[in-house]
């Protein structure tokens, strides 16, 4: 009788073993069979992507070559009335352009004549200018009761001062003129 529990208890022990090792053999058949599975799904998702690329690649590429002809009879077709057009307008373009020519330098010979008067009067301008500055500046030194060497060294100081400034003029002059010209030969360009 004791034997035969014994002997129970190793039949027992033996087949829970082999109860264990049957559910992992089943857990490892059933995790393989997942992992074969969603490879397969995955060969498949990526198989269906590129099968849709490829399908949409087709599609590009016969619209592409639909749109290139149609580009390429637009694009006769402009070019023949641009023909067309460019010879009626070469004609009326070269006589606008003449006349433009013509326009463009008497423009800027009355302007170059314009700017020669104006530079001519300015130093004239200038030397009455400075002549009022001066006997104006000379009056304001009365007042100050300071000796004859004194009163020459700031007549001096002035006059050097109202040199610098009267360079200072013309050079302004100078670029305004400069600029003028350069407005107006891009004016004169751009149209």
């Known amino acids: 009788m004791f034997r035969s529990i014994e002997q129970e208890m190793i039949e027992q022990e033996f087949i829970q073993k082999q109860q264990q090792e049957l559910n992992e053999a089943m857990q490892g058949i059933i995790q393989e069979q997942k992992n074969t599975l969603a490879q397969c799904e995955e060969e498949y998702l990526t198989r269906t992507r590129q099968l849709k690329r490829d399908r949409e690649s087709v599609i590009w590429d016969v619209e592409g070559r639909l749109l290139q002809e149609k580009y390429h009879l637009f694009k006769q077709q402009v070019k023949d009335q641009l023909s067309l057009q460019r010879h009626q307008l070469k004609k009326r373009g070269e006589k606008e352009m003449e006349r433009m020519c013509r326009d463009h330098n008497s423009q800027m010979e009355e302007l170059r004549a314009q700017l020669a008067q104006e530079r001519a009067r300015l130093p004239k301008f200038q030397r009455q200018d400075g002549k009022t500055k001066l006997v104006s500046y000379k009056h304001s030194l009365k007042p100050r009761s300071l000796s004859t060497a004194e009163q ?37 360009e751009s149209n």
């Open 152 to 188: 020459r060294e700031l007549v001096k100081q002035f006059l050097l001062q109202e040199e610098k400034r009267q360079k200072r003029e013309r050079q302004q002059q100078q670029q305004q003129h400069e600029q003028h010209l350069r407005q107006r030969l891009r004016l004169c």
